[in-house]
């Protein structure tokens, strides 16, 4: 549970992070919106460190489900665009593949 709530807190730094650049070229937003976005994103890279795994890569292929869950999230939240049936799907398939990746059996 502490890998899942580590991913989530991950995902929305990252997502924050990633949305302050996209709100100053595209919104039009003061570009003082970087700074936070700056620091979600430093917080989004050390958040990931704490992931226990032999692998950095495994632990960011495992996440990138969380993220992928978190992005149509904030899609519905933030920006009401509600996810269709292929988007669902789509996570699903993701989140599936995400748990291979952490629980499955590793040969020594």
Request: charge should be positive.
């Amino acid at each position: 549970m502490k890998a899942l709530a580590v991913y989530v807190l991950a995902a929305l730094c990252e997502i924050a992070g990633c949305y302050s650049l996209w709100a100053v070229l595209k919104l039009g937003r003061s570009p003082w919106w970087l700074v936070p976005g700056a620091l979600c994103l430093g917080a989004f890279a050390w958040l990931l460190t704490l992931i226990d795994s032999s692998a950095a890569g495994r632990a960011y292929a495992a996440y990138g489900a969380i993220y992928i869950a978190a992005s149509i999230g904030w899609m519905w939240l933030m920006e009401k665009q509600r996810p269709d049936l292929w988007d669902l799907g789509g996570l699903v398939l993701c989140l599936a593949g995400s748990a291979m990746i952490l629980f499955g059996p590793r040969s020594a």
